[in-house]
């Protein structure tokens, strides 16, 4: 349970796009697809295009391309690692 009383643990995709901002890919990175291994997959897709703004065109690619992976597979995490 988180302190928002949902159940939901919102901090996590807060924090992995404050670290891609402070330019900590890689802790953003794991904690958007910690995130995504959640269930919620748009904080893979918000880091991606974060990391397209910042000029990160092939790490942006990376990104989506695990989300387009994860998206197709009916029956495996949303992000495979």
């Known amino acids: 349970?988180?302190?928002?009383?949902?159940?939901r643990d919102n901090t996590r995709p807060e924090l992995a796009?404050?670290?891609e901002r402070a330019g900590e890919r890689d802790g953003a990175e794991?904690?958007?697809?910690?995130?995504?291994?959640a269930g919620?997959?748009?904080e893979l897709a918000q880091v991606a295009?974060?990391?397209e703004e910042a000029g990160d065109r092939d790490?942006?690619?990376?990104?989506r391309a695990l989300l387009r992976r994860g998206l197709d597979a009916d029956d495996e995490s949303p992000v495979d690692r």
């Open 1 to 7: 349970m988180t302190g928002n009383g949902s159940g």
């Open 17 to 19: 796009k404050l670290r």
């Open 30 to 37: 794991r904690l958007a697809h910690e995130t995504a291994d």
């Open 40 to 42: 919620n997959t748009i």
């Open 49 to 51: 295009a974060l990391r």
């Open 59 to 63: 790490g942006a690619e990376r990104l």
